[in-house]
């Protein structure tokens, strides 16, 4: 059973601060990570997607990948209220489709 | 393109009631997918269809859910009857020809509150 762990929150940060969003996976072979946002009462929408190991930079958003230790992580600068929201990890390989976490409750205050 | 179209937005009904959802994907997508999303569960798949084939049904509860997709652009999610712990909100997402891990794209989904 491919399992994608992310920490519930939820995670407080001020506005302004880095906030880092991490995400653990448990198939090896997993070749393909999205980071989805989804605001309260909406759908998720993808922000990012990652398919090697090192940063990958869209504006404020940082997806890092780190395949070796089976984690991805998303950090988002210079955070803002608007960035408040659920970030929900997505993780797969070819030909199979993507296992989604439980998500993230991030709070950005003023 | 209008993105995935979902109805109803919301969906009242009394327990024991046939609900029906409906779902339009995004022109060209070869894939369509059911979840469920609850604040105890998470994000849930039901079932997903490739060129409108039922693929994988191992996330539908049981007997009471069904799922048809008779065209390329419609699909429909039918709970009969329904029940009180079917309350949840149903997004039905599409996504493209590249491959079943490619990304998927969302509807605004179905609020389902059963009475």
């Known amino acids: 059973q491919k399992e994608v762990e992310q920490n519930s929150g939820p995670l407080s940060v001020p506005e302004g601060a880095i906030a880092s969003l991490n995400c653990t996976y448990s198939d090896r072979g997993s070749q393909s990570f999205f980071w989805y946002r989804q605001y309260s009462g909406k759908s998720p929408e993808l922000i990012m997607s990652i398919y090697s190991n090192g940063d990958k930079e869209d504006g404020r958003f940082t997806a890092q990948l780190n395949k070796a230790s089976q984690y991805v992580s998303l950090l988002i600068r210079d955070s803002q209220p608007s960035d408040s929201a659920t970030y929900l990890c997505?993780?797969?390989?070819?030909?199979?489709?993507?296992?989604f976490g439980r998500g993230t409750s991030l709070i950005v205050h003023p | 393109d209008a993105g995935v179209i979902q109805s109803p937005r919301h969906e009242v009904t009394e327990m024991g009631q046939e609900v029906t959802l409906r779902c339009k994907p995004i022109s060209g997508h070869d894939y369509l997918f059911w979840y469920r999303q609850t604040m105890m569960r998470g994000l849930e798949l039901l079932i997903y269809?490739?060129?409108?084939?039922?693929?994988?049904d191992s996330g539908m509860p049981e007997d009471r859910f069904s799922a048809k997709m008779p065209n390329a652009s419609f699909s429909t999610l039918k709970i009969q009857p329904s029940e009180p712990r079917d309350s949840a909100v149903y997004f039905c997402a599409s996504s493209g020809a590249g491959g079943a891990e490619e990304t998927q794209y969302f509807g605004p989904g179905t609020r389902l509150l059963v009475l």
């Open positions: 997505a993780v797969t390989r070819l030909g199979y489709i993507p296992t």
């Open positions: 269809f490739n060129n409108n084939v039922p693929i994988d």
